[in-house]
């Protein structure tokens, strides 16, 4: 069996990786930059602090803001319209997933030729788009380092999976210090994110021996930093830990693969408006429990390298163990429970639980699952 392994040409990570944009934007021969953000981002004032210097230096610079959480297809579009109309000839993207995944369609869409949801799926982009220069300021998706972009189709009800090497970012400037201002909540739910995809890429049906040891680094460092990075915001070098697990996580499995986690979390997210990290956590534990028989050593593995298996614990003790461990890390970060979040006795959540489970398994995702679920 053969496998490929993509990542950015360039990956350049640290404090203060961000203020590296204008030498690598030269480097690219760049002249007409379009900024993809949201609207806090660009309140925050850091998108006007990466662009003097271009301005500065002779480039022409656009920004568009309005990108919502959960991008949709009508606002990729807007986003792609002043692209269109800038010129530009290089995007960057900064925020969380939701911009890099909103640019990343932008700048792919700006040079093929059908509606994005003709993409949806594996490999179907035929052209290689805009570059992009990706900027993350959550410490979770990991899409800098991706070749997926996930953008709702709203007529449909779908959160699209679209994945195909020219999604991957050109370059991906990984600066934890933007990360410092994320709030508790959100640290924990993009960072659960993050473990999710260390777990995942590592069980995976798709696994491999160049995505298995970042996937392991990545689960290693969110045990190591997560609780430090939520209880302590201020405290660098968890953030600087979280930043690089997250970049990993991604490179991970978009060289491997999610799972029945994300498979189910993406209807679940769009049905009852749950943010992609809190519904990830949320079902993390339970589809763990699902899945261990499937990939008893692996798992294993896994609980060994977080560290919530007693020294000596057999696999199948390990297994148990995990799924523990996982429902523990969720109580410490205060993740709610399912029921909390979407009124599982209401007849509203049994009226959609058929379509979320055809939409999950549509997805393609819990294919890989180490057990293979049916509709049921
Ligand atoms: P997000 O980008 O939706 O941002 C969530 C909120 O956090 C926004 O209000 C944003 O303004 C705010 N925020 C961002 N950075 C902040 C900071 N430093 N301080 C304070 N607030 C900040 O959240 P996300 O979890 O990073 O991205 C979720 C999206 O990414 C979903 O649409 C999901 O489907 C997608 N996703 C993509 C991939 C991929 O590989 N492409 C992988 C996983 C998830």
Redesign the pocket.
């Given at each position: 069996m053969t496998y490929q392994f993509n990542t950015p040409q360039t990956i350049i990570h640290g404090a203060g990786a961000s203020r590296e944009l204008l030498p690598q934007l030269i480097r690219l021969g760049a002249n007409r930059v379009f900024f993809v953000t949201?609207?806090?981002?660009e309140q925050?004032g850091l998108v006007q602090r990466l662009a003097e210097p271009l301005r500065e230096a002779g480039l022409a610079v656009a920004v568009f803001s309005g990108v919502q959480?959960?991008?949709t297809v009508q606002n990729v579009l807007e986003g792609l319209a002043e692209l269109t109309n800038h010129g530009a000839d290089v995007v960057v993207a900064v925020?969380?997933?939701?911009?890099?995944?909103a640019a990343?369609a932008m700048a792919i869409l700006r040079t093929n030729e059908e509606p994005l949801q003709q993409y949806m799926g594996y490999h179907k982009i035929p052209k290689a788009g805009l570059p992009l220069i990706a900027i993350?300021?959550?410490a979770?998706?990991?899409?800098e380092a991706?070749k997926?972009?996930?953008i709702t189709d709203a007529e449909q009800q779908v959160?699209m999976m679209i994945f195909d090497a020219h999604l991957m970012p050109t370059l991906a400037l990984v600066d934890y210090e933007?990360?410092?201002?994320?709030?508790a909540a959100?640290t924990a739910?993009?960072g659960v994110?993050t473990l999710t995809?260390g777990i995942e890429a590592y069980v995976s049906r798709k696994a491999n021996g160049l995505s298995d040891p970042i996937a392991l680094s990545c689960i290693r460092l969110v045990s190591t930093h997560l609780l430090a990075a939520w209880q302590e915001p201020s405290n660098r070098v968890a953030r600087e830990g979280m930043a690089l697990a997250a970049c990993q996580g991604?490179m991970a499995f978009?060289n491997s693969s999610v799972c029945l986690v994300h498979g189910m979390s993406?209807p679940l997210?769009i049905q009852f408006h749950l943010?992609?990290?809190l519904s990830n956590a949320i079902l993390l534990p339970a589809v763990t429990r699902f899945s261990v028989s499937g990939a008893v050593e692996r798992y294993a593995t896994v609980a060994r390298t977080m560290g919530v298996v007693p020294e000596g614990d057999s696999d199948e003790a390990a297994g148990a163990a995990l799924v523990a461990g996982l429902e523990q890390l969720n109580q410490s970060l205060q993740i709610p429970r399912l029921r909390d979040c979407c009124g599982i006795e209401k007849p509203a959540f049994h009226r959609v639980l058929e379509k979320m489970a055809a939409d999950a398994l549509a997805s393609g995702s819990p294919q890989n699952n180490p057990v293979v679920p049916t509709a049921d």
């Open positions: 949201d609207a806090f981002i925050s959480p959960d991008p925020g969380g997933g939701s911009p890099i995944d990343k993350p300021t959550t979770g998706t990991g899409s991706t997926v972009t996930v959160k933007l990360t410092l201002s994320m709030p959100l739910h993009v994110d995809h991604g978009t993406r997210g943010a992609h990290g």
